[in-house]
C-alpha cells in the first residue's frame, strides 16, 4: 500500500505554482478585512499594502479551499425557509460566500447533535443525508454533490462548490456493516471512529477494526477528530487508506480535548494522514494569527502534505475574528503568505492534501476490493 | 416430476420469450434467518432444495426472468429501519456475487435488458411502512438504494395506514398516508397494497397517481381472506393501470385451507400457546392437531381458479405472480418451489389462455406498471419538490 500512496506525491498533483495568470481580477481595494487587522489591539501592523490579500486570492483561484467540516446540514433544519443562492443570513454559508471565499469542495457534516443510537441514530443520519442532497439539487448553479477525488475537480472545473457526504458519526453505522455499505452507496466518505462501544477510550474492538477495514474496502476514509489516542494508533496501524482528522489543531498551543498533542500529529503525519485545523476560536485562538500559528506548527510537525483546513462554520461556537464565515479564507492566506507560506505550501493547505487523501482512499479501496469479500462480520461474533 | 405433457413443453417455450416477472421472494430473509447472511452457506449457485425454495438452478427451470426480492423485516419489532438496509445489503450482494444469473435492475428498461441478455433482472420491494420509520428521508434513501415497491403495511397496522390483519385504526389511509403515497408517485416507486385492509387499498387508490400493484394477493371472491382482494377493488385497477399479482400461499388460496389454518391456530391457544410458537412443546400440540386433521392440499389448480376470476373481474392486462417463495412455509402441489412456474402456464393453456394472454401474465403487465410509475414521476418531479412533511405535522 505505501507504494500506492506513493504514486500519489502531492507535489506531482499540485505541480509547479510559478506560473500563475498575471494579471489577477481586480480587487476592490483591499477594504474592510486589512482595517480590522490594524484596529485589532496587539496586532501586529499588517502589510499596509493590499498585495497579501490579491495574491491570496489568486493563488485561492487556482487552489481552492478544499473545507474539511461544515455544519450546515443540521443549522438549515432549524430554518423554515432559506435562500442559499442569493444569501442567507442565517448562517454562515450559502453560495455567493463560498464563492467569494473561494471555497472548491465543502465537507458537509452528518454528526448529530444529540446521542442517538441503534435505529433512531440509522433514521436521523439518512435524514441528514437527504437534506443536503436536496440542498444541492436546489441550488445547481452552485453547488454539486461530490463522492470522491474526481468528481470534486470536476466541479471546480464547472465553478461548483463540491459538496462532499461526511463525516458522520460512529453511531449512524448501528453497529452494521451493511449500513456502512449503505451509507456509502448513498454518498458518505468520512465516518467519525468515537463514541461507540467499538471505537471508545480504549481504542478499537476487534469489531472496530473489521469497521476499518471495510472503510477502507469501500473508500470511506477514518475521522479520528475526538477519537482517543488508542482508537487515533490503532486505526493508524490497520488502515490501508490515509485518515483524516477533520477538527483538530495544536495541543501544544491549545490544550483542547479535540487538538492534537505533537507526537500523535508526527504518528499522523508519517502515516499520510491529514490533520484539518478547525476554525473556532475554542481550538485554535480568537484571532487570525492565532490560527495561522497552529498551522505553523502542525505543518512543522506533521509536514506540509499533512495539514488542511476545516472551516466548521454553522456547527455552534465562535470563530476567530475576521473569520466569521465561509467568505473569509482569503484573508486567512493573505496572512499565511504573509508569514512567507510559499504558494506551493498554500495549495497543500487548501486543496492538495485533501485531494491526495481523497485518491488515496479511492486507490486502497480498488486494491481491497481485489483481495476482500463484502465482511459479513457482526459485532456479536467479534465483540460479544 | 411429473410426465412432460404437450402443455408443459409449450409453457416452458413460451416462458422463453416472456419469462416470469416475480414480485414477492424472500430469500433474502431466509437468508438472514438461516445464515445470518452467509452467502457462502447457502451459495445459491448449488442446490439449496434442502433450506431454500429459491437457487439459481430452480429460478431458471421455472423460467423466471425477473424477481422484486423482498426486503421484508418484521413489524412486531424495533429497529426495522436499520434491518431493512441490512437486508437491502444482502440482496446487493447476491447481484454482486452471480453476476452471471443475476442483473442489478432500477426501471422497466433494466428489466427489458436483463431479458435480452439472458439474466434474472433483481429489484427490491420493503414489505411494510415500518420500514421507512415515519420518514419520507428514510423512503427516499430506500428508493436511492434500490427498493422499487413498498408494501404498505405487513400484518400490523402503521400509524398512517391500516393492515388486513390488524385492528382498523386509521380507517385506511391517514393525512401523511397519502402523503406517503404521492411521495411514492414523485420517487417512482410503486404503491404496494398487499397485506393492506381493503379500506387501505380504497384510499391509495383514490391517492395514487401511478398504477399500484399487488405483490403477492390473490382473489377474495375465490377464497375469503382478508389477505385477498375484493372484486371491487379489482374492478378498479383498469383504471389505475396496475396489477394484481396472485399469490400461492395455500392459506390464503384454498378455503379449506383457510379453515384448516383457523382451527389449527384455535388449538394451539386452548392449549396455552400462541399460534406462531415454534418451541418443540409447541410443535408436538400442533403435530397430534395435524395428526387428526389432515392438512388440506392445494394445487396448480386453485391458484388457476384465481386468476380465471381475477382475469374476468380485472381484466388480463391486470394480472401478474408473486409467489412468495421462502415467505411460506407450505406451498402448493406442483408449485412446490420457484422451478414450478412452468406448471401454472401449462394448466392456464389447457383452460384456453392465449399466447399473448400468458405473456401479459408473466412479464408484460409488471413491466408495463414500472415504466408507469417512472413516467408519472418525471411529470411530478417538474412541479414538485421532496417533501418536507411530518406524521405529527398531517396527523396531530
Redo the contacts between chains.
Keep these: 500500500m505505501a507504494a500506492l500512496q506513493d504514486d500519489l506525491h502531492p507535489a506531482q498533483e499540485v505541480g509547479e505554482l510559478d506560473g500563475l495568470p498575471e494579471p489577477f481580477p481586480a480587487v476592490e481595494a483591499a477594504e474592510a478585512p486589512e482595517a480590522t487587522v490594524a484596529a485589532e489591539p496587539g496586532a501586529p501592523v499588517a502589510d499596509p499594502d493590499a498585495l497579501p490579500l490579491e495574491r491570496a486570492r489568486a493563488v485561492l483561484a487556482a487552489h481552492p479551499v478544499a473545507d474539511g467540516y461544515s455544519g450546515l446540514p443540521w443549522a438549515l433544519r432549524r430554518l423554515s425557509w432559506y435562500d442559499l443562492d442569493t444569501g442567507e443570513s442565517a448562517v454562515h454559508t450559502d453560495v455567493p460566500r463560498l464563492r467569494e471565499g473561494h471555497v472548491g469542495a465543502l465537507f458537509c457534516a452528518l454528526h448529530l447533535p444529540e446521542s442517538l443510537d441503534g435505529d433512531r441514530a440509522v433514521g436521523a443520519t439518512l435524514e441528514q443525508l437527504d437534506l443536503v442532497k436536496t440542498v444541492v439539487r436546489a441550488h445547481p448553479e452552485g453547488l454539486r454533490l461530490a463522492r470522491g477525488a474526481g468528481e470534486s475537480a470536476d466541479a471546480r472545473h464547472c465553478r461548483r462548490t463540491a459538496v462532499l457526504l461526511g463525516p458522520a458519526g460512529a453511531a449512524a453505522l448501528g453497529d452494521s456493516l451493511s449500513i456502512l455499505r449503505c451509507l456509502h452507496d448513498l454518498g458518505l466518505r468520512v465516518l467519525t471512529l468515537s463514541g461507540t462501544s467499538w471505537a471508545s477510550e480504549t481504542g478499537l474492538t476487534r469489531f472496530g477494526e473489521e469497521v476499518v477495514r471495510e472503510m477502507n474496502r469501500l473508500g470511506v476514509l477514518p475521522d479520528l477528530t475526538g477519537a482517543s489516542p488508542e482508537t487515533i494508533r490503532r486505526t493508524l496501524v490497520v488502515s490501508k487508506a490515509p485518515v483524516l482528522c477533520t477538527r483538530s489543531a495544536a495541543r501544544a498551543l491549545r490544550p483542547h480535548p479535540a487538538n492534537l498533542p505533537d507526537d500523535l500529529l508526527a504518528e499522523l503525519g508519517a502515516a499520510g494522514g491529514l490533520c484539518m485545523v478547525p476554525l473556532t476560536a475554542e481550538q485554535t485562538g480568537p484571532t487570525v494569527r492565532d490560527v495561522v500559528d497552529h498551522l505553523d506548527h502542525v505543518r512543522a510537525v506533521a509536514g506540509p502534505e499533512c495539514v488542511g483546513l476545516s472551516g466548521t462554520y454553522d456547527a455552534s461556537g465562535a470563530h476567530p475574528l475576521e473569520l466569521g464565515d465561509v467568505s473569509c479564507y482569503p484573508r486567512l492566506v493573505a496572512e499565511l503568505l504573509h508569514r512567507d507560506w510559499s504558494e506551493s505550501d498554500v495549495a497543500l493547505l487548501t486543496w492538495g492534501n485533501l485531494q491526495r487523501v481523497l485518491r488515496g482512499a479511492d486507490c486502497a479501496a480498488r486494491a481491497a476490493q481485489q483481495r476482500r469479500e463484502p465482511s459479513t462480520a457482526t459485532i456479536a461474533t467479534l465483540d460479544g | 416430476m411429473t410426465a412432460v405433457t404437450p402443455s408443459l413443453e409449450r409453457a416452458r417455450e413460451l416462458l422463453r420469450e416472456f419469462p416470469v416477472v416475480d414480485g414477492h421472494n424472500d430469500l433474502p430473509w431466509a437468508l438472514r434467518e438461516q445464515v445470518?447472511?452467509?452467502?457462502g452457506a447457502r451459495d445459491i449457485a448449488a442446490d439449496q432444495s434442502a433450506h431454500l425454495h429459491t437457487d439459481l438452478a430452480r429460478l431458471r427451470a421455472g423460467g423466471v426472468g425477473a424477481q422484486f426480492w423482498s426486503v421484508y423485516v418484521r413489524s412486531d419489532l424495533?429497529?426495522?429501519?436499520?434491518a431493512t438496509?441490512?437486508q437491502?445489503?444482502?440482496v446487493?450482494?447476491l447481484i454482486?456475487r452471480h453476476p452471471g444469473d443475476l442483473r442489478a435492475a432500477l426501471t422497466a428498461a433494466d428489466m427489458e435488458a436483463a431479458r435480452g441478455e439472458g439474466r434474472i433482472a433483481s429489484l427490491m420491494g420493503a414489505e411494510g411502512g415500518h420500514s421507512i420509520?415515519n420518514?419520507l428521508?428514510?423512503l427516499?434513501?430506500l428508493y436511492?438504494?434500490g427498493v422499487r415497491y413498498m408494501t404498505l403495511t405487513h400484518n400490523h397496522n402503521v400509524a398512517w395506514a391500516d393492515s388486513a390483519t390488524d385492528e382498523p385504526r386509521a380507517g385506511g389511509l391517514t393525512a401523511f398516508g397519502r402523503e406517503v403515497v404521492r411521495e411514492m408517485n414523485r420517487l417512482g416507486m410503486l404503491v404496494d397494497l398487499s397485506h393492506v385492509a381493503a379500506s387501505t387499498m380504497r384510499d391509495a387508490l383514490d391517492t395514487s397517481a401511478a398504477p399500484v400493484i399487488f405483490s403477492h394477493s390473490s382473489s377474495r371472491a375465490v377464497c375469503d381472506h382478508p389477505r385477498n382482494i375484493p372484486d371491487d377493488v379489482l374492478e378498479r385497477l383498469p383504471a389505475n393501470g396496475g396489477v394484481a399479482m396472485v399469490t400461492f400461499v395455500p392459506k390464503f388460496v384454498l378455503q379449506a385451507a383457510v379453515e384448516w389454518t383457523a382451527a389449527a391456530d384455535e388449538n394451539m391457544r386452548a392449549h396455552g400457546f400462541h399460534h406462531l410458537d415454534t418451541t418443540a412443546e409447541a410443535m408436538k400440540v400442533h403435530h397430534e392437531f395435524e395428526e387428526r386433521h389432515p392438512r388440506p392440499v392445494a394445487t396448480v389448480a386453485t391458484v388457476a381458479d384465481h386468476l380465471d376470476h381475477m382475469r374476468e373481474v380485472a381484466g388480463i392486462d391486470h394480472l401478474g405472480i408473486g409467489g412468495d417463495y421462502d415467505g411460506t412455509a407450505f406451498t402448493p402441489q406442483g408449485l412446490d418451489d420457484v422451478s414450478g412456474y412452468p406448471n401454472l402456464v401449462a394448466e392456464l393453456l389447457d383452460r384456453g389462455w392465449s399466447a399473448s394472454d400468458l405473456a401479459k401474465l408473466t412479464w408484460q403487465n409488471a413491466v408495463r406498471v414500472l415504466g408507469a410509475a417512472e413516467d408519472v414521476a418525471r411529470e411530478s418531479q417538474a412541479t414538485r419538490?421532496?417533501s418536507n412533511a411530518t406524521i405529527e405535522a398531517l396527523d396531530g
Design positions: 445470518r447472511y452467509d452467502l424495533p429497529g426495522a429501519l436499520t438496509l441490512e437491502i445489503d444482502c446487493r450482494q454482486a420509520d420518514s428521508a428514510a427516499r434513501g436511492e438504494l419538490g421532496p
